[in-house]
Every structure is written in structure tokens, then in C-alpha cells.
């Protein structure tokens, strides 16, 4: 494939990704000549996206942190996407399902940023990454796809290139004195309608949300994109995937964290 016909077509698969987003659209399946080659491409599409779009990247999510999540999105490393400002919000929030593609609740640490990651030639040490978080928070991140999965359901690069299936990010209050806490260690509880659904903990997902966040740190840095003051990140789920229903309300339960929850009106 030629440089140019490869460029063209990342182009064109931004467009529609972008147009899919505007309207709140989903499709099935994605034509070969558009599907990237590799993850690398797929970023690059989806850095197209936030151009073609003209929105403001308010933050990132990240999943699959570790290999359960792994296996189930198709990969062997965890993966990112951008999350955009308007769908940034403080619990509790109602959100149309009508409006929504394919949405899956996941309860996750939040952190924002109080300083700036820039792109630069050394690593990030988690330290630093430490030093850089203003708050951390209980959250919810309220997943989307524009893909339906069905049988034409496409590569993992499909998705990357979608923002890893970015949606909406809801937080909670800030836990203060955060890094005193035993935040590994702590249990959450997923509730629907107030049924428990499921539970776990940074441990087992993801180690600690610091890991994630310098692993992102890192590799916007090696894109030369980096991460801004201000920007929420939301670290992985903690319970996995559930397919929520129409007029379901989920609260994730941090404990002494506190909660967090939104309702698909």
C-alpha cells in the first residue's frame, strides 16, 4: 500500500469515526482498506479524530491493565483513548441511553492533573507522576463503542482508533490525603439498582492507579503528545465489563472513598 493511499485512508476512517460521534451513531463492522495496520496507526487515527472533531481533550481513560482485561479487548498491553471535555461530569449524573453505543459501567480510580507531563527523551518515574496529581477520586467511567458487536465486529485497532472506546467519565469526591491510604487494598462494590453485582480492588486490576497513569505518561510521551494540567485520567476497571439496560442506575462503592453512580435514563 502506498504512503499516500495509507494516508487517505486514516484520514477517511477519521472522518467516519468522527461523523459517528457527532450523531451518536453506531456501525457493524469496518471495511478492510480502512482498519489499520497496526496500534501505532490506530493512534494516529485517533489523534485525526480529535482534530476532525474540534473538541477538547479534558482527559484519557485507560483499560486492560492487566491480563484477565487483556485477553478480553484482544491485546497484550493495556491501551488509551482520549476522553473528551463535555462528557467529564461529577456524580451523580443521568445520561440518555438512547444517545448511547453499546455502554458498559465500569467503576475506576479517577486522578486529575496539577501539572503538566510534557513529552520528554527519559521515562517518567512513578514519583513524578505521583508529584504531578492534584486529587484522586472514586469514579465511574461509562464506556461506548461506535463498533455493534456483532459477528463483523473489528480488530482491536478498529477500537484504538474509536479512542479505546471512550464515552463519559463520572467522579466522585476527592479522597483526601490519598497518598496515605491503603487505595490497593481497598474494596469497591458495583451496584445496579442496588443489587450487588460485583466487587475487587487496584490490587488485582492494576496494582496500584499510579501504574497506569506513568504507563500513559509514557506513552504520550513517546507520541510527543504528553498529558496537561487539569486532565482527568480514569486508571481501569476495577469489576470488569456489564452491559447495562435502560433506566438502570450503577453506583460504584469505594468505602470510606465514598461513591459514585449514574443512571442510563
Known amino acids: 500500500m502506498s504512503v499516500t493511499v495509507a494516508t487517505n485512508n486514516k484520514i477517511e476512517l477519521a472522518k467516519l469515526l468522527a461523523d459517528l460521534r457527532r450523531t451518536n451513531r453506531q456501525q457493524s463492522g469496518l471495511h478492510k482498506k480502512l482498519t489499520p495496520i497496526s496500534q501505532a496507526d490506530a493512534y494516529k487515527v485517533a489523534h485525526l479524530v480529535e482534530k476532525e472533531l ?9 483499560a486492560a ?22 462528557f467529564i461530569a461529577e456524580s451523580p449524573v443521568e445520561i440518555s441511553f438512547d444517545n448511547l453505543c453499546s455502554p458498559i459501567p465500569e467503576p475506576e480510580y479517577q486522578v486529575f ?23 484522586m477520586h472514586p469514579g465511574l467511567e461509562l464506556a461506548e463503542c461506535r463498533f455493534i458487536h456483532d459477528n463483523k465486529f473489528p480488530p482491536l485497532e478498529g477500537i484504538l482508533s ?43 486490576a492494576m496494582e496500584h492507579p499510579l501504574v497506569p497513569v506513568t504507563w500513559l505518561a509514557n506513552e504520550l510521551s513517546k507520541t510527543g503528545i504528553g498529558l496537561k494540567k487539569g486532565q482527568v485520567i480514569s486508571t481501569g476497571t476495577l469489576t470488569g465489563m456489564l452491559i447495562p439496560k435502560k433506566g438502570e442506575t ?16
Not at 492533573?113 to 486529587?135: M, N, Q, T, W
Not at 491510604?181 to 490490587?203: H, Q, T
Not at 450503577?250 to 435514563?265: L, M, P
Request: charged content about 20%; some cysteine; proline content about 4%.
Open 54 to 62: 474540534g473538541w477538547d481533550v479534558g482527559g484519557w481513560k485507560i
Open 65 to 86: 491493565t492487566n491480563t484477565q482485561m487483556q485477553r478480553a479487548l484482544r491485546t497484550n498491553s493495556p491501551i488509551y483513548g482520549r476522553v473528551y471535555s463535555q
Open 113 to 135: 492533573l496539577g501539572k503538566d507531563l510534557p513529552p520528554r527523551s527519559e521515562p517518567y518515574e512513578l514519583s513524578e507522576v505521583a508529584d504531578s496529581i492534584k486529587s
Open 162 to 204: 474509536d479512542g479505546a472506546g471512550s464515552g463519559t467519565l463520572v467522579y466522585g469526591p476527592a479522597i483526601q490525603n490519598w497518598e496515605d491510604k491503603d487505595i490497593a487494598n481497598n474494596e469497591v462494590n458495583l451496584f445496579c439498582n442496588g443489587v450487588f453485582k460485583r466487587k475487587g480492588n487496584a490490587l488485582t
Open 250 to 265: 450503577y453506583t460504584a462503592d469505594f468505602g470510606i472513598f465514598g461513591r459514585v453512580s449514574g443512571t442510563y435514563k
